[in-house]
C-alpha cells in the first residue's frame, strides 16, 4: 500500500532563515505531488503542484519554492522566511491529475 | 477562477442523528471532481467521498452520502447515524485534473453525546 512522509514533523524558526521541508512517497511510482499551505482555522491553499521530476508549477506567487529532485520526494523551500510563512504544511499525491489526492501527516512550522 | 463556499462554519448534531453539511462552487467547466474530505483535531486530512461531475448517480460510502446537484453546483455531505469520531473539520473541495484544485473554508462538526 502506499504511504507518504513529511518531516520534520514541528519546525520553529526565525524570521530571515532558510526553510526545507520533505516529503516522500513509497509504494507507487510517478505520483502527482502537491504541496499546501493551511493557515490556522482556514482551509488549504495549494502552492505547487508536479507532475514528474524537475516539473513544477506555481500556484501562488510567494517566497517559497518547490523542487522535485527524485520521482518519490518533493521538497518546499524558503532562502528566508517570513513571520506570514508560519502555518500547517501538507504534502499530498494522486495517481493521476484529477484523482483523489492523500495526504501526508504535515508539518507545523512557527515562524518567530 | 473557481471558489468553493460553505456557509455553515459550524454544525453540531446529536450522536446517532443524521446531518448535512452545504457546499456550493463556482466553475465554467462541464467535467470536473468535487471531493468531501475530514480533518480531525490530529489534522490529518482523510478522504470521505469522491464525486465525479460527469455521473449523475450520487457518491455514498458508507455512512457517507452526497446530494450533487450539478445545475445548481451544489454539492452536500449527509452523515447519518452520527458518532462521536465524525467530530472534526469537514472540507469540501473542487478540482479538475489537478490543476484547480481548490478547498472551500470548511465547517466544523461537533457530535454530542
Known amino acids: 500500500s502506499q504511504t507518504i512522509h513529511q518531516w520534520p514533523a514541528t519546525l520553529v524558526q526565525p524570521v530571515g532563515s532558510p526553510l526545507s521541508l520533505e516529503c516522500t512517497v513509497e509504494?507507487?511510482?510517478?505520483?502527482?505531488l502537491y504541496w499546501y499551505r493551511q493557515a490556522a482555522g482556514r482551509g488549504l491553499q495549494l502552492l505547487f503542484y508536479?507532475?514528474?521530476?524537475?516539473?513544477i508549477s506555481s500556484e501562488v506567487p510567494q517566497n517559497l519554492s518547490a523542487s522535485r529532485p527524485q520521482d518519490r520526494q518533493f521538497i518546499l523551500s524558503s532562502k528566508k522566511l517570513l513571520l506570514s510563512d508560519s502555518g500547517f504544511y501538507l504534502c499530498?499525491?494522486?495517481?493521476?491529475?484529477?484523482?483523489?489526492?492523500?495526504f501526508g501527516p504535515g508539518t507545523r512550522l512557527l515562524v518567530l | 477562477a473557481q471558489t468553493v463556499t460553505q456557509s455553515q462554519p459550524e454544525m453540531s448534531v446529536q450522536e446517532a442523528e443524521t446531518v448535512t453539511l452545504s457546499c456550493t462552487y463556482d466553475t465554467s467547466e462541464s467535467d470536473y471532481y468535487l471531493f468531501w474530505y475530514k480533518q480531525p483535531p490530529s489534522r490529518q486530512m482523510i478522504l470521505v467521498i469522491r464525486q465525479e461531475a460527469y455521473k449523475q448517480q450520487n457518491a455514498t460510502e458508507n455512512r457517507f452520502s452526497v446530494n450533487f446537484q450539478k445545475a445548481a453546483k451544489s454539492f452536500s455531505l449527509k452523515i447519518s447515524d452520527s458518532q462521536l469520531g465524525d467530530a472534526a473539520m469537514y472540507f469540501c473541495?473542487?478540482?479538475?485534473?489537478?490543476?484547480?484544485?481548490?478547498f472551500g473554508p470548511g465547517t466544523r462538526l461537533s457530535v454530542l453525546p
Open positions: 499530498a499525491w494522486s495517481s493521476d491529475l484529477g484523482e483523489t489526492q492523500y
Open positions: 508536479s507532475v514528474g521530476i524537475g516539473q
Open positions: 509504494g507507487t511510482s510517478n505520483p502527482n
Open positions: 473541495a473542487y478540482d479538475r485534473y489537478g490543476q484547480n484544485f481548490v
